[in-house]
């Protein structure tokens, strides 16, 4: 990490040669999630802006003292094997060792955490809490596991990376986080006529990155009241909605047979055809293929 590098690059932080980046959020393979190897030759000081992404940390070397600034308050530890350090995205802070430092640096949006956190019906969001050095096996071995994705290429490499990150959010969600509780709307339910132009939306930009905010908006509502009317309405997540809609959809598109698998997968929004396949099995219990017409169209009689 260096001082002056912009925090507005790939993976919403600084770096330097120190930090080769192994895989970021422009990869296609990697959705909102980037990972790097970072080493700290010689001991220095390290100031860190702050960051887009929630930040996460895993020591991956020899013991070594450190000492990290942030919110007006120093703290001080011992690094060992296995240690980890969480950062909420828009913190700053300083750091430094007093030995050579070897660490492994991951990167999540904060929207994939809160789409994973809206599944959770707890009532309100669920927010990350500043960690510094402390234990967990499991997140630390699923970083792990992150990496070794990220040093083998291979067909299966973007649904992996997409299962392990969903799983590292949800140690960290369950483990490390606060619930925030948002006012409870006065109406349980969307109205009929706003429910109605809200999966007309859906419908016409199944192919588009639907956000929450931009459904919310569609609505006329905040979002926090949207997403728990849409939950009251329809029994379920706006995003489980929207990937249950597009599997609706891509089954419409399969039995027609007039576009590939992977066509179908692009034109309902998904990521590619493993993306598409995982949820068809996960929602319908069948896989594309399955569902693929592959005799033409009949022909017309003359």
């Not at 990490?1 to 600084?14: L, R, W």
């Not at 931009?214 to 009317?229: C, D, K, P």
């Amino acid at each position: 990490m260096s001082e002056n590098a912009p925090v507005e690059n790939d993976i919403a932080a600084p770096r330097s040669a120190n930090a080769p980046l192994i895989a970021s959020p422009g990869n296609a393979a990697w959705q909102e999630i980037g990972i790097e190897q970072y080493w700290q030759r010689p001991p220095n000081d390290v100031t860190v802006p702050p960051l887009a992404m929630h930040f996460l940390s895993v020591f991956t070397g020899e013991p070594v003292c450190v000492v990290q600034a942030r919110d007006g308050g120093n703290h001080c530890s011992r690094m060992t094997l296995g240690d980890i350090t969480l950062m909420p995205a828009g913190m700053s802070s300083r750091w430094g060792w007093d030995g050579n430092a070897d660490l492994l640096h991951l990167y999540l949006a904060p929207e994939r955490v809160a789409r994973v956190a809206e599944q959770a019906d707890i009532g309100g969001s669920l927010e990350l809490r500043n960690r510094f050095t402390t234990r967990h096996a499991p997140i630390a071995q699923i970083a792990h596991l992150l990496l070794a994705e990220a040093r083998n290429q291979n067909a299966f490499q973007r649904l992996a990376v997409d299962c392990l990150a969903d799983a590292l959010i949800v140690q960290l969600l369950r483990d490390h986080a606060a619930v925030r509780q948002h006012p409870l709307p006065e109406r349980g339910r969307l109205p009929n006529a706003t429910f109605a132009k809200i999966t007309d939306y859906i419908q016409a930009h199944l192919d588009d990155d639907l956000s929450l905010d931009e459904l919310a908006g569609v609505a006329g509502i905040g979002t926090a009241h949207f997403r728990w009317q849409f939950k009251q309405t329809t029994g379920m997540a706006p995003h489980q909605y929207v990937i249950r809609c597009r599997v609706e959809q891509a089954r419409v598109l399969l039995r027609r047979g007039r576009l590939s698998v992977a066509e179908v997968a692009a034109a309902v929004g998904f990521f590619d055809q493993s993306h598409l396949s995982r949820h068809m099995r996960r929602l319908l219990g069948v896989t594309p293929k399955s569902l693929y017409n592959v005799s033409p169209p009949a022909k017309r009689p003359d």
